[in-house]
């Protein structure tokens, strides 16, 4: 979760994060690329989120530059490439069992 500075709150209720519900990463080119998110409010305590009127979105056009700009972003995206590899075979692998599970013996 993600803190949030001031909390938000909503009639009867607070939280105090925000829970990244979608993240979109969408570049045309090595240099050219953006970033969408949206983030609800989100009760770390009781696991409660707000209401989806309350989702906030946030579309960054200049992925490339804001990685260039903020390093927290830097380390982030640096962080998912590193990941690609392990995941795709995590992901090969998972595929693999499953096939090995629905495997027929036609010899038995």
Do not use: H
């Not at 829970?19 to 409010?41: C, F, K, N, Q, Y």
């Not at 992925?63 to 690609?84: C, G």
């Amino acid at each position: 979760m993600i803190p949030i500075p001031k909390p938000v709150t909503i009639p009867a209720k607070s939280y105090d994060a925000n829970l990244i519900t979608e993240l979109s990463i969408t570049a045309d080119s090595p240099s050219a690329g953006r970033m969408a998110m949206r983030l609800l409010p989100y009760n770390v305590a009781s696991g409660e989120t707000a209401p989806k009127e309350f989702e906030q979105r946030f579309v960054c056009n200049d992925l490339f530059r804001a990685i260039a700009e903020v390093p927290e972003l830097a380390a982030a995206y640096a962080a998912v490439l590193a990941a690609v590899p392990p995941t795709l075979t995590w992901s090969a692998e998972q595929a693999a069992a499953a096939a090995d599970a629905n495997a027929v013996d036609v010899d038995s």
